[in-house]
């Protein structure tokens, strides 16, 4: 299938549409992902919507030493490749570190910045310096105007292909909340996502894995959706209960079109003329 990926100066190809950025949280396997890639797709398709699929390739934050990390770096990319190929979409992840951003960047078509390394300057460069979109997750403990130095540091690199995503703000040590007021500010510097599953995560629990509020995904996504982003990241699996990272905050497969038919509503609504 030939891929469709037209990027504009900002490295935007929504062209007025609302952006998805769907797929589960880590690679778990091929089969599991080649099965969620063909729904996330035929539903994105369904509703004339653009999709990047998402899958992290390693996890490298994890609460617990026995957590699931992944099942092997490359073997993980080269899934995500797969999954570009076979179904002619773009393709996503998440890098940790600077010497990670050119092996990631030959197998997938947007480098993600985990929010917590969103002011590590080194890995902002090489992400830059691959010449793919980058997507810089808003930090929990910075404010959205401190955004734009992410923003600067990338264009400074030679890329004006960067976007930034909302994921919720730290209150107190177990909850996050989402600032809708952040998005008109950051949509000044960059395209701006709303990460509607990860802002709704309880982390630093006792028992070392992190929670979350999966009813409120909805909620969430259309408050975004009103306050103006340009787009939505959800995570998303059959079973997340049975999900090897971050179930706990997942979207069940099977509710995904429900939620982008109702968040492409409110999409086209706020932006009628």
């Not at 890098?95 to 990631?104: G, N, R, T, V």
């Not at 995560?201 to 070392?208: D, F, L």
């Not at 990241?233 to 982008?260: I, R």
Request: aromatic fraction near 6%; glycine fraction near 8%.
């Amino acid at each position: 299938m030939d891929r469709e990926f037209e990027l504009n100066q900002s490295g935007w190809t929504a062209d007025g549409r609302l952006q998805v950025i769907a797929g589960p949280c880590a690679i778990e396997g091929r089969e599991i992902v080649m099965q969620i890639a063909e729904q996330v797709v035929q539903v994105c398709h369904d509703l004339s919507l653009p999709i990047i699929f998402k899958g992290s390739y390693r996890k490298a934050n994890r609460s617990r030493l026995d957590s699931f990390s992944g099942i092997g770096d490359e073997r993980a990319l080269e899934i995500l490749a797969e999954v570009g190929q076979r179904f002619g979409v773009a393709t996503t992840t998440d890098i940790h570190s600077a010497q990670e951003a050119a092996l990631a960047a030959s197998y997938v078509d947007v480098l993600q910045i985990p929010a917590f390394l969103c002011r590590q300057t080194d890995l902002l460069v090489a992400a830059a310096e691959t010449g793919k979109v980058v997507n810089v997750k808003k930090g929990q403990f910075l404010s959205p105007e401190a955004m734009r130095h992410a923003v600067q540091k990338i264009k400074d690199s030679g890329n004006h292909k960067v976007w930034l995503t909302e994921r919720g703000t730290m209150m107190g040590y177990q909850d996050l909340v989402v600032d809708m007021r952040g998005f008109p500010v950051m949509k000044q510097w960059a395209p701006t996502i709303a990460d509607i599953t990860h802002s709704l995560q309880q982390p630093n629990q006792q028992a070392g894995v992190t929670g979350g509020r999966p009813e409120m995904i909805e909620t969430i996504g259309k408050a975004a959706v009103a306050a103006g982003a340009d787009g939505i990241f959800v995570e998303t699996h059959p079973k997340p209960s049975e999900a090897l990272s971050d179930g706990a905050n997942m979207l069940p497969l099977v509710k995904l079109p429900g939620l982008l038919s109702k968040l492409k509503r409110v999409h086209e609504a706020v932006h009628a003329e």
